[in-house]
């Protein structure tokens, strides 16, 4: 079983929907989760991190249940600037510290 | 990219040649994490390093492949003798408190 596992997607949809994507992580010990982005040959950015509490950033919701070790993300009203790869990231360590162990991401496509 | 430095941006080598990656991490930051991907694949943790001192290197492969960060200048990864399989982006981070903020990385390729 992968560590982290995702839905590579691709997700097409067109301005304005509402996507979620999902992951599971298998490490039941890991302590810190996030969402990366990437574009096209580009570094991973720090989308956000994740919270036990679940998290909003404007049009971006997180959601973690360590029960179930699974992570969500929820993009509403999506821009054609959310075009991007989703990486999702979990870390055994809080924090930054520690090798970070990333999915192979999902795919997000957004049509005008 | 929050000043984490990395150069080449691209480097191509032929079978059997050594490639060379350097990385400077944000100024005043003393470790960086190194990262491989493989075309259509996730990143993966190589090795974590601190100036003169490899803190963690689980996720080197045993051989060809080594990497430093000197008490002066960047970290460099070092890959001797390269395949075709090696051909990859490969990413450093620099972590603050909050998250690891990664270089552009240097895309490998080896003909």
């Known amino acids: 079983r992968k560590e982290v596992e995702q839905d590579p997607g691709p997700f097409n949809v067109p301005e304005g929907a509402t996507v979620a994507f999902n992951c599971t992580y298998s490490n039941s010990a890991s302590q810190s989760f996030f969402w990366y982005r990437q574009d096209c040959r580009k570094e991973p950015k720090l989308l956000m991190s994740v919270y036990s509490s679940g998290n909003e950033d404007g049009r971006f919701t997180a959601q973690l249940n360590r029960a179930s070790q699974y992570i969500s993300l929820l993009i509403r009203d999506s821009k054609l600037s959310d075009s991007a790869t989703y990486l999702c990231?979990?870390?055994?360590?809080?924090?930054?510290?520690?090798?970070?162990?990333f999915g192979k991401g999902t795919k997000l496509s957004v049509k005008p | 990219n929050a000043g984490v430095m990395q150069n080449p941006r691209h480097l191509v080598r032929r079978r059997g040649q050594e490639a060379r990656l350097r990385c400077s991490p944000m100024?005043?930051?003393?470790?960086v994490y190194w990262y491989r991907q493989l075309p259509e694949e996730g990143l993966k943790f190589m090795v974590y390093l601190q100036k003169e001192n490899i803190i963690d290197e689980s996720g080197m492969p045993k051989e060809r492949f080594s990497a430093e960060f000197p008490k002066e200048g960047p970290s460099i990864l070092r890959i001797q003798q390269v395949v075709r399989g090696d051909s990859a982006a490969y990413f450093c981070?620099?972590?603050?408190?909050?998250?690891?903020?990664f270089g552009p990385g240097t895309r490998l390729t080896v003909l």
């Open positions: 100024k005043g930051h003393s470790h």
């Open positions: 981070a620099s972590p603050t408190d909050n998250e690891q903020f």
């Open positions: 990231v979990v870390n055994t360590y809080g924090g930054s510290q520690g090798n970070l162990i």
